[in-house]
């Protein structure tokens, strides 16, 4: 069974930084496009950044120059550097992976079950 884990939410002051991380673990053949998403309270999911299984990568117009979002593929995983935080970044941050498992034929996007961050003086 594939398995997404984010780690590295936690409360911090504006203006400072954190780092997610998403592990991607079970029987995989291979991993396409992955990305972060983000849910504030009240509001719809929304992609905050994208990179394709080469490693390109896509931002929001609302993090770029601020976040940065890379991928270790011997790892099976993904991680999202994300500097000069503002209160507005606030949310619940998913992971999501479009995954072939080992024991299929077709890709599915997986979710992780998301880590809470809070930008808060």
């Known amino acids: 069974q594939v398995q997404l884990v984010e780690s590295g939410g936690g409360l911090v002051q504006p203006g400072g930084s954190l780092r997610l991380s998403c592990a991607a673990s079970?029987?995989?053949?291979?991993?396409?496009?992955m990305g972060w998403y983000r849910q504030a309270p009240g509001k719809q999911r929304e992609l905050v950044a994208a990179?394709?299984?080469?490693?390109?990568?896509n931002y929001a117009d609302s993090v770029k120059g601020r976040f940065t979002i890379s991928r270790d593929n011997a790892k099976n995983t993904l991680y999202l550097q994300m500097n000069s935080l503002k209160p507005e970044d606030t949310a619940v941050y998913y992971c999501?992976?479009?995954?072939?498992?080992?024991?299929?034929?077709?890709?599915?996007?997986?979710w992780g079950q998301g880590t809470q961050v809070t930008v808060s003086s």
């Open positions: 999501n992976g479009i995954i072939l498992p080992a024991t299929m034929v077709d890709e599915y996007p997986y």
């Open positions: 990179i394709t299984g080469g490693g390109r990568p």
């Open positions: 079970g029987d995989i053949f291979s991993i396409n496009a």
